[in-house]
């Protein structure tokens, strides 16, 4: 069966410091994979999605960048956080366009 | 901008109650529709998915969908404090990424 693991669970970082968080996917090829950032109360902002190693979508303009190294593994990064970047981030995964979406655990990332 | 309504609530309703949620879309080339649970602090969970017109039921669970109102729909039945949750309406987006396009959610209140 296909699982998707994200780390960390929590993350406090400070403002201007460098960000990497992961997704990987197992028990499946070829995934679609995406990154989701939820506010706290509000609903689910995607900021980037992907099809293929390497091909990466962003939905809205920010100080993120994701990157596709292999096939089920899926990053985001930034190099300086901003207070705003808090919040409570998910991968999630498909695999084809009318298929739900499976979410990770989710990393929820405080800036201090 | 292809948008997903749903009243944010929160619907309260009693233990034992049929709780009815809604959602309507913008999306007319929409094909799949999906809902997800999300508890307080936790990503969200997949519960029901449909794909025609109609009714689909799942043990407690009946999504409706009616694609000519663009119109989607969740009841409970018998519920349980333990249905306590947001519950998130997902529909496909009509470019075949597999994107989703999320509402912001309902809060349901199961009161014992």
């Known amino acids: 069966s296909q699982t998707i693991h994200q780390w960390p669970a929590t993350l406090v970082q400070p403002v201007g410091s460098p960000l990497s968080l992961e997704c990987t996917v197992e028990?499946?090829?070829?995934?679609?994979l995406y990154w989701y950032r939820q506010a706290a109360g509000r609903g689910l902002q995607l900021l980037f999605y992907?099809?293929?190693?390497?091909?990466i979508s962003s939905e809205v303009p920010q100080n993120l960048s994701a990157s596709r190294p292999q096939d089920r593994q899926f990053i985001l990064s930034s190099k300086k956080l901003l207070l705003s970047d808090s919040g409570f981030y998910l991968c999630?995964?498909?695999?084809?366009?009318?298929?739900?979406?499976?979410f990770g655990d989710g990393t929820r990332l405080s800036i201090l | 901008q292809k948008e997903v309504e749903q009243n944010s609530g929160p619907l309260s309703v009693p233990e034992g109650a049929i709780a009815s949620l809604n959602c309507t879309y913008s999306?007319?080339?929409?094909?799949?529709f999906f809902w997800y649970r999300q508890y307080s602090g936790k990503s969200p969970e997949l519960i029901m998915s449909?794909?025609?017109?109609g009714d689909k039921e799942d043990g407690r669970f009946t999504a409706q969908l009616n694609k000519a109102s663009q119109y989607v729909s969740l009841l409970i039945r018998d519920s349980q404090p333990s249905d306590s949750a947001t519950y998130l309406c997902?529909?496909?987006?009509?470019?075949?990424?597999?994107?989703?396009?999320f509402g912001q959610g309902t809060t349901l209140q199961v009161k014992p």
């Open positions: 999306d007319r080339g929409s094909q799949s």
């Open positions: 999630a995964w498909t695999t084809n366009s009318n298929q739900p979406q499976h």
């Open positions: 997902a529909v496909s987006h009509s470019s075949n990424t597999g994107k989703l396009i």
């Open positions: 449909i794909y025609s017109n």
């Open positions: 028990g499946t090829s070829n995934p679609n």
């Open positions: 992907s099809v293929g190693i390497g091909q």
